[in-house]
């Protein structure tokens, strides 16, 4: 279950030391995105459905039309 969160914060899958950082070129540009947006990205737009599709893939957890309840 964590793997994804590992592949995503941390370096080479894992933990991050004291000290340590690292750089995720996707997260940024997912933030960027959002910000640029106002959030609307990922309630509703590109995000919202790069998420509802990953989780279909994997857990079939969130829905894109729960986001939207946020707004």
């Given at each position: 279950?964590?793997?994804e969160?590992?592949?995503?914060f ?12 690292f ?42 039309k ?6």
């Amino acid at each position: 279950m964590f793997n994804e969160w590992f592949k995503v914060f941390s370096k080479n899958n894992a933990p991050l030391k004291a000290g340590e950082y690292f750089k995720n070129k996707d997260l940024a540009e997912s933030l960027k995105e959002i910000a640029k947006t106002k959030g609307k990205s990922f309630y509703s737009g590109a995000i919202a459905y790069e998420i509802d599709d990953f989780m279909k893939k994997k857990w079939r957890i969130f829905k894109k039309k729960r986001f939207r309840k946020f707004l």
